[in-house]
């Protein structure tokens, strides 16, 4: 079983920056697909970036350029910097972890999940 427990949500404003962190506890999560997600009022969870267990990453259209995934095995966590944030990057964001299934960008193919965070952005 994996724990995933996800940090460093808040509230920004547009063209501000933030972190988050997802550390993951239970076992090591090296060779473990790493995503984060994001759900906003209203609407359905959506896929914003992964890394494979070979750092091989991947984004959406949406955040392409802005954001960056990260591991670091040593510390079984995950990153997601987020640069030039817009208001309509608002979610509840959420980190999962799961063995590569043919695809990094299905939420239903991911075994765990955090309980996410907050990012708010004021235009």
């Known amino acids: 079983q994996v724990t995933l427990v996800e940090s460093g949500g808040g509230l920004v404003q547009a063209g501000g920056s933030l972190r988050l962190s997802c550390a993951a506890s239970g076992r090591a999560v090296s060779a473990y697909a790493m995503g984060w997600f994001r759900q906003a009022p209203g609407k359905e969870r959506e896929f914003v970036a992964a890394?494979?267990?070979?750092?091989?990453?991947y984004y959406s259209d949406s955040v392409k350029g802005r954001f960056t995934i990260s591991r670091d095995n040593s510390k079984n966590m995950v990153f997601l910097q987020m640069n030039s944030l817009k208001p309509e990057d608002t979610a509840v964001y959420y980190c999962?972890?799961?063995?590569?299934?043919?695809?990094?960008?299905?939420?239903?193919?991911?075994?765990?999940w955090g309980r996410g965070t907050q990012v708010t952005v004021s235009s």
């Open positions: 890394i494979s267990s070979n750092k091989n990453t």
């Open positions: 999962a972890a799961g063995g590569y299934r043919g695809s990094y960008y299905n939420h239903q193919l991911y075994d765990y």
